[in-house]
């Protein structure tokens, strides 16, 4: 008999649901995309029924378009955007408030104050991540101190906290189950790194009660059952859970030490398999945990970029350059370059390797020749100029140029972006046939939770290049596009 595994990429502005047979091949597939909210500038938030909402729809959609029936799944994996926080009612089932989303930076100044205490060295070490309104802990602290009662009701444990991944563990078992994988605790700010446990001295830094925690656990391996939710049967294996990024780094079946992929959706993310060890950088990038099958556990090196495909919805919904986002390629080819034109996409901040929470987005060089095609160009090498700090700092911390470079994501579909990425890089870059390796790596740590896949040689077995791109910029071309870039991060952060 046929077995199945259905794959939750719970993302930033969509959820995606997969269905993949045993030989990893993809059956069925549907993303349902759900509202945006902006309270206020610099401010993310989500309403947990959207996703929930949303969640539902592109599984009963996924499993349609497969033609296969709930009863024929054997396992359920979830991958999720990671640090975006939400707080709920044990009882009800029900949030305090809309979840707090990973771009949001209301917290800034707190981590400022923070920072300005001489706290971030200590929680570098312990953690891995730095300061920054990017992770969960401080997001947490603003509901406790801004929704009423919630502090009390946090300390009687009558609250519980988690990541998007651990609220859709909740529902999907009818309250039954209320823990997260290691790859997510890794980014809350609470957990110590080596330990990978809730760390004590972490939650009192930022007044976080031990009570709201889930437990945590590895990344494969049976959570729970469903229990109550339509469409799906009761019994069914949630049997895998990893962060977005790292269960693209699954996918991507980067299993040996130094292998690295970049995923470019609403953020831009670098991760470098970093072995079995904890790695400090010394180059502002980010220590964290990859993956956890039962006792083997592997490390990663990540740099983030905020905006990557964001910046491109922006030039569709802010200025409405086109209808579509697929349509920013045929734009910016209509031009042979951006024309002197650069565009720093901090909308959010920067992140790694800059962290300038202040940073603000930012487009130069304009003059009266400049149109719209310049623009959209110009956005597009604004991502690959990020990712290119990315990898320059990853390179020097691991003292040696990175030996492989594979991407995925909605926006590594564009050829004009990855082009100009690997002159940048000087690197081929490896784009797979399957794009929607945060899905596999999903399903893949579901299958192995559940004895589907033996292990992992399978999934590099079932890898497939689907397109090469091989640098052919010259280097003099490359050096100039470097320092227009240069002086334009310059501005964005004055």
């Given at each position: 008999?046929?077995?199945?595994?259905?794959?939750?990429?719970?993302?930033?502005?969509?959820?995606?649901?997969?269905?993949?047979?045993?030989?990893?091949?993809?059956?069925?597939?549907?993303?349902?995309?759900?509202?945006?909210?902006?309270?206020?500038?610099?401010?993310?938030?989500?309403?947990?029924?959207?996703?929930?909402?949303?969640?539902?729809?592109?599984?009963?959609?996924?499993?349609?378009?497969?033609?296969?029936?709930?009863?024929?799944?054997?396992?359920?994996?979830?991958?999720?955007?990671?640090?975006?926080?939400?707080?709920?009612?044990?009882?009800?089932?029900?949030?305090?408030?809309?979840?707090?989303?990973?771009?949001?930076?209301?917290?800034?100044?707190?981590?400022?104050?923070?920072?300005?205490?001489?706290?971030?060295?200590?929680?570098?070490?312990?953690?891995?991540?730095?300061?920054?309104?990017?992770?969960?802990?401080?997001?947490?602290?603003?509901?406790?101190?801004?929704?009423?009662?919630?502090?009390?009701?946090?300390?009687r444990g009558e609250?519980?906290?988690?990541?998007?991944?651990?609220?859709?563990?909740?529902?999907?078992?009818?309250?039954?189950?209320?823990?997260?994988?290691?790859?997510?605790?890794?980014?809350?700010?609470?957990?110590?790194?080596?330990?990978?446990?809730?760390?004590?001295?972490?939650?009192?830094?930022?007044?976080?009660?031990?009570?709201?925690?889930?437990?945590?656990?590895?990344?494969?391996?049976?959570?729970?059952?469903?229990?109550?939710?339509?469409?799906?049967?009761?019994?069914?294996?949630?049997?895998?859970?990893?962060?977005?990024?790292?269960?693209?780094?699954?996918?991507?079946?980067?299993?040996?030490?130094?292998?690295?992929?970049?995923?470019?959706?609403?953020?831009?993310?670098?991760?470098?398999?970093?072995?079995?060890?904890?790695?400090?950088?010394?180059?502002?990038?980010?220590?964290?945990?990859?993956?956890?099958?039962?006792?083997?556990?592997?490390?990663?090196?990540?740099?983030?970029?905020?905006?990557?495909?964001?910046?491109?919805?922006?030039?569709?919904?802010?200025?409405?350059?086109?209808?579509?986002?697929?349509?920013?390629?045929?734009?910016?080819?209509?031009?042979?370059?951006?024309?002197?034109?650069?565009?720093?996409p901090a909308l959010?901040?920067?992140?790694?390797?800059?962290?300038?929470?202040?940073?603000?987005?930012?487009?130069?060089?304009?003059?009266?020749?400049?149109?719209?095609?310049?623009?959209?160009?110009?956005?597009?090498?604004?991502?690959?100029?990020?990712?290119?700090?990315?990898?320059?700092?990853?390179?020097?911390?691991?003292?040696?140029?990175?030996?492989?470079?594979?991407?995925?994501?909605?926006?590594?579909?564009?050829?004009?972006?990855?082009?100009?990425?690997?002159?940048?890089?000087?690197?081929?870059?490896?784009?797979?046939?399957?794009?929607?390796?945060?899905?596999?790596?999903?399903?893949?740590?579901?299958?192995?939770?559940?004895?589907v896949w033996p292990?992992?040689?399978?999934?590099?077995?079932?890898?497939?290049?689907?397109?090469?791109?091989?640098?052919?910029?010259?280097?003099?071309?490359?050096?100039?596009?470097?320092?227009?870039?240069?002086?334009?991060?310059?501005?964005?952060?004055?």
């Open positions: 008999m046929a077995k199945y595994v259905l794959a939750i990429d719970q993302g930033t502005t969509g959820t995606t649901a997969l269905v993949l047979d045993q030989q990893l091949a993809v059956r069925g597939k549907r993303n349902v995309e759900f509202r945006q909210i902006f309270p206020r500038p610099g401010w993310v938030e989500h309403d947990l029924e959207d996703i929930w909402a949303s969640t539902l729809k592109a599984i009963s959609a996924a499993l349609r378009d497969a033609s296969v029936k709930p009863a024929q799944l054997e396992a359920l994996g979830i991958a999720n955007q990671r640090e975006t926080a939400l707080l709920w009612d044990r009882r009800t089932g029900r949030p305090i408030h809309n979840a707090i989303v990973w771009q949001d930076r209301r917290t800034a100044d707190a981590c400022n104050a923070l920072r300005a205490a001489g706290k971030e060295p200590w929680v570098h070490e312990k953690t891995g991540l730095v300061l920054d309104a990017y992770f969960s802990a401080t997001k947490v602290r603003w509901m406790l101190d801004n929704v009423k009662g919630a502090q009390v009701r946090a300390e609250l519980a906290f988690g990541t998007v991944d651990a609220a859709l563990l909740w529902r999907l078992t009818g309250g039954a189950v209320h823990a997260t994988d290691v790859t997510n605790a890794s980014r809350t700010l609470l957990m110590d790194l080596a330990g990978r446990q809730w760390d004590d001295e972490l939650c009192q830094l930022f007044g976080v009660p031990r009570a709201v925690l889930p437990e945590i656990r590895p990344s494969a391996g049976v959570f729970g059952t469903v229990k109550g939710v339509r469409g799906l049967p009761d019994g069914l294996p949630i049997a895998g859970i990893a962060g977005d990024q790292q269960a693209a780094l699954v996918g991507q079946a980067c299993f040996a030490e130094g292998e690295a992929k970049c995923t470019y959706g609403t953020g831009a993310f670098l991760l470098m398999n970093a072995g079995n060890r904890p790695v400090t950088s010394r180059h502002g990038l980010l220590g964290t945990v990859a993956w956890q099958v039962g006792g083997e556990v592997a490390y990663a090196l990540e740099g983030s970029a905020f905006i990557a495909g964001a910046v491109v919805q922006w030039l569709r919904d802010g200025l409405g350059l086109f209808r579509k986002s697929k349509e920013v390629e045929a734009l910016a080819r209509k031009v042979p370059d951006s024309g002197g034109v650069a565009v720093v959010a901040g920067l992140g790694a390797p800059h962290w300038r929470q202040d940073a603000r987005g930012l487009i130069s060089g304009i003059d009266r020749g400049t149109t719209k095609a310049h623009i959209a160009r110009a956005a597009l090498e604004g991502i690959a100029f990020e990712i290119y700090d990315l990898a320059q700092a990853m390179s020097q911390d691991i003292g040696k140029p990175m030996p492989m470079f594979r991407v995925d994501g909605g926006a590594s579909t564009n050829d004009l972006l990855m082009q100009f990425q690997a002159d940048l890089l000087q690197t081929p870059i490896e784009r797979p046939r399957m794009v929607e390796t945060t899905a596999l790596g999903a399903a893949f740590l579901a299958g192995l939770g559940t004895g292990g992992i040689k399978e999934l590099s077995k079932a890898w497939r290049a689907g397109k090469q791109f091989r640098p052919r910029m010259k280097p003099q071309d490359r050096d100039e596009h470097l320092a227009r870039w240069r002086k334009a991060i310059d501005r964005a952060c004055l």
